[in-house]
């Protein structure tokens, strides 16, 4: 797992378990100090939010183990996979762009990286030089051709 990706999310998880554990009691201590409860909108709001940090916490924590589990031999050497870097040829925009396949945390389609798990993504994984995919975008079909590659054990030597 890229370690900027780890840090970014131990501080997340770190930052939503302060909030858990000390502000989110305090708040409901205070609101439940000021009585009734049904109609007390502090008090709900507060329960809502400790709702929704146990959620994120649980989302964090999955894929965190999820990340630690990417085993880097796995990833082939002469097809698109995590890490790549990919220039294609877009026939819709008769152009050629470069993506790098990232995990979600790191993807910025602004900068040329993009999720595995996003349509693109998607559609060129598994792909070698010289495949042809098409990709259902949110505005339209697009006919890519991969030009060249650069896996993520080529980038490393």
Do not use: C, W
Not at 101 to 121: A, F, H, M, Y
Request: proline fraction near 3%; glycine fraction near 6%; charged fraction near 30%.
């Amino acid at each position: 797992m890229p370690e900027k990706i780890k840090k970014r999310l131990e501080e997340e998880i770190k930052q939503l378990e302060y909030e858990l554990t000390t502000e989110l009691p305090a708040e409901i201590k205070k609101a439940v100090a000021l009585g009734d409860l049904s109609e007390n909108a502090e008090y709900h709001m507060a329960k809502q939010r400790q709702v929704f940090v146990n959620a994120r916490l649980g989302q964090l924590k999955k894929r965190m183990g999820e990340l630690a589990m990417v085993n880097l031999t796995n990833i082939p050497h002469d097809k698109v996979g995590f890490g790549a870097t990919v220039t294609v040829f877009d026939e819709s925009k008769n152009e050629e762009i470069v993506y790098k396949l990232v995990t979600s945390e790191e993807s910025d389609v602004s900068q040329g990286l993009i999720s595995t798990t996003s349509p693109i993504g998607r559609a060129i994984l598994g792909k070698k030089v010289g495949d042809t995919t098409t990709v259902v975008t949110p505005n339209g079909k697009r006919d890519l051709e991969i030009l060249k590659l650069v896996t993520i054990h080529d980038a490393a030597e």
